[in-house]
């Protein structure tokens, strides 16, 4: 009698694993599928401009803002939107935006870390920006167009999508400029005003050429890029010798340094300074008086100052 009641026992015993083990397998099962609905649910983000920092103006003649956003993953662009702001009525009649958030764009991303990053340029077309913007971690400035309106917004957001919140969820791109402006002015004498005068600006040392929106950084060269400027003009008493745009690093001075000489249409060399340096900060304006040396004249460049401003890289 007691070996049939412990042998009964033993398989009570048996069926009660059995069933057991059948649960544990059934909750593991239902872990992994909520595991892999989880990792498979995409978001609705939401996409900001804060213009806190800038004032982002709404038109520069017939140029609007265009906008990049650029979705980053592992280090691979996985996602581009690009597009021209819509604003408000009453922030199109003001012409400017700032202190606003500014809607952007909807985005519908499954869990996952990425990186955001958005640049902003003024276009009358969606190809004629002054930037070469293929790849938002290497911006770089189009040859011949110096002395020209390049105002530019960069932004970056690091951006993490969990399964604690699977509601639609807003964020917010913090523009803020990645450039540096300057203009060298000098007085050129008793110089005849009716003669056309141009001017060549060769930039020495390292020179931001390119600009990462992911690092805030910009890439600096030791190319030495000649910039030249036809018929260049009086400005109340002195006269505009050169006045263009730089990348810099977010909240760091670059220090730059260039050579300038100034000559007439037929080639001769009248003036010239061998250095002069300058120390810009993202969102500034330098304006810098240049002593120039005058060399009087017959002395000859090689080659005409004459045409278009030209960008030439060595």
Known sequence: MKSLLALFNTKVMKIHAAYCYILILFLISCYQKDEEVCLHQSFEVSIYGNFDKVSLKTIFSEAHPYCIISVIQNDLEIGRHSFYLEFPDETTAVGFMQGTKLPLYELTLPIGDYHLLAWIDYRITEDTSYYMTENLRAIRMKDGV?????????????????????????????????????????????????????????????????????????????????????????????????????????????????????????????????????????????????????????????????????????
């Open 146 to 314: 110096a002395d020209v309106r390049k105002e530019a917004y960069a932004a970056c957001l690091p951006l993490t999508l969990s399964s604690d919140n699977l509601v639609t969820q807003a964020f917010s791109l913090v523009f803020y400029s990645p450039l540096s402006s300057y203009t060298l002015t000098t007085d050129l004498g008793e110089i005849n005003t009716d003669e056309s005068m141009n001017s060549i600006l060769t930039y020495k040392g390292y020179v931001p050429v390119t600009y990462d929106i992911l690092t805030e950084c910009c890439v600096a060269s030791l190319l030495n890029p000649s910039v030249r400027y036809s018929d260049i003009q009086k400005k109340g008493e002195n006269f505009v010798v050169a006045s263009d745009y730089i990348f810099t690093d977010k909240n760091k001075v670059t220090p730059i340094d260039m050579e300038v000489t100034i000559g007439d249409s037929s080639g001769g060399i009248i003036y010239h300074v061998s250095s002069v340096s300058l120390s810009l900060k993202s969102a500034g304006h330098v304006a810098k008086y240049v002593e120039m040396k005058d060399l009087g004249e017959g002395n000859i460049i090689d080659g005409e100052i004459s045409g278009e401003i030209d960008i030439v890289i060595n």
